[in-house]
């Protein structure tokens, strides 16, 4: 059964601070991995996605890694803003479509 | 562009009472489409999946049901609504249909479920 883990939990940085969130799982059988973030009480909004041929992508003040071996993500965010505050999910897709969730690291970006 | 819409935003329900949340998209067809649940203090959980017109996998046992009755709609249901099933609806569809996930999912707005 796949697990997915997100650490830290919860973290708050100063405006401008370079930062990187983990992510890791226990089944490296995946077809991808995706980050999102999550405003309080609204739907998710899709960051990046990785395909598990890739190693990174990018977008703007992001960047997201895949180790598929060794079972770990990160997501880079740099420059951070206060409208970065919201909760990042790390999600892997696995064989027979199914999706795990990670549990998420709840973000704070202070001015 | 495609849009994805749900509704209702919010809905609060007394135990017992039918459930029916609608989730349709736009500007794409043969859609996978996707509903999850948020309880408080809990992940997202994956409840039910559609890669085409009446074809529906439900991933945990649970007294919701799904259904598919057009490419672009997806519907979850339940005939009677427990205290457990309080939480935030998503709905959410990707590009390729036919039971591979091999591209982004865009997720709808939610709705707010309260079942007293």
């Known amino acids: 059964k796949q697990e997915v883990t997100q650490i830290p939990a919860a973290l708050s940085v100063p405006e401008g601070e370079n930062l990187v969130l983990n992510c890791s799982f226990t089944?490296?059988?995946?077809?991808?991995l995706q980050w999102f973030r999550q405003d309080p009480g609204k739907g998710l909004t899709s960051l990046l996605l990785?395909?598990?041929?890739?190693r990174e992508q990018t977008s703007g003040r992001l960047n997201a890694s895949l180790d598929k071996s060794s079972g770990r993500s990160t997501l880079y965010i740099a420059a951070s803003q206060p409208g970065d505050s919201a909760t990042y999910l790390c999600v892997v897709t696995g064989g027979g479509n199914k999706l795990t969730f990670g549990t998420g690291t709840q973000l704070k970006v202070e001015l | 562009s495609q849009t994805i819409h749900q509704w209702p935003a919010t809905l609060v329900q007394p135990v017992g009472s039918p459930l029916s949340l609608e989730c349709t998209v736009e500007g794409t067809s043969n859609p996978n489409l996707y509903w999850y649940r948020q309880a408080a203090g809990r992940g997202l959980q994956l409840l039910f999946y559609?890669?085409?017109?009446?074809?529906i996998s439900s991933e945990v046992p649970q007294n919701l049901s799904a259904s598919r009755p057009q490419d672009r709609q997806f519907i979850l249901s339940s005939k009677k609504l427990l205290l457990s099933d309080s939480g935030f609806y998503l709905c959410a569809w990707s590009r390729l249909a036919g039971g591979s996930i091999t591209d982004t999912q865009y997720f709808g707005p939610g709705t707010r479920l309260t079942v007293l």
């Open positions: 089944d490296s059988a995946i077809y991808n």
């Open positions: 990785i395909q598990s041929s890739q």
């Open positions: 559609s890669v085409g017109i009446g074809q």
